[in-house]
């Protein structure tokens, strides 16, 4: 991982920083922007070259002056850990119930149980996914929602040729 630090005279406020973000959404090989307004520094963790991110950010014309690449490992704030740590919790916990409501579903014959754990595994996978890009770059995050988004609707698929499977007469009638 390199870290390149840049001098940008004109960032001030928080809307060249937004500005800077936008500009470099779409860099997959970013991984961390560390913005520091009060010394008007940006520090980008990437990987690879430096030169189209450099070019990225001149066209902005704030005044940007790249003033090292060196090689280091991107921060992990206290806010990320934090957040970590919430998703692990909510990962365990929504995993927990896909379990328990899959296994009496399954004995019970019970499709809204199933369906309401096949619900609680579309959540676990979209925390686990979470995981993936806490303190990530948009661009990151923007990846991992459209396979989140997948995921789901697979599932969803799945409940749904269930129901129609049982409508159809391929199952067993639960016992009321």
Not at 23 to 34: A, C, P, T
Not at 117 to 124: I, K, T
């Amino acid at each position: 991982m390199n870290k390149s630090t840049f001098h940008i005279s004109k960032m001030d406020c928080s809307s060249e920083e937004q500005l800077i973000k936008m500009k470099l959404d779409g860099f997959d090989n970013i991984q961390y922007l560390g913005f520091d307004l009060p010394n008007r520094k940006l520090a980008v963790y990437h990987s690879g070259e430096v030169l189209k991110i450099q070019q990225a950010i001149q066209e902005l014309q704030l005044g940007d002056r790249l003033e090292s690449t060196i090689e280091e490992d991107a921060p992990l704030s206290e806010k990320v850990s934090l957040e970590r740590k919430v998703l692990w919790w909510v990962l365990g916990i929504n995993f927990g119930f896909f379990v328990f409501e899959m296994v009496f579903g399954w004995l019970s014959n019970s499709m809204g149980l199933i369906a309401d754990s096949l619900d609680m595994l579309a959540d676990s996978f979209v925390y686990a996914l979470s995981l993936m890009v806490v303190g990530a770059v948009a661009a990151r995050k923007k990846q991992i929602a459209g396979v989140s988004g997948y995921i789901q609707l697979g599932l969803a698929l799945t409940g749904f040729l269930e129901v129609i499977r049982r409508f159809l007469g391929y199952g067993d009638i639960p016992v009321f």
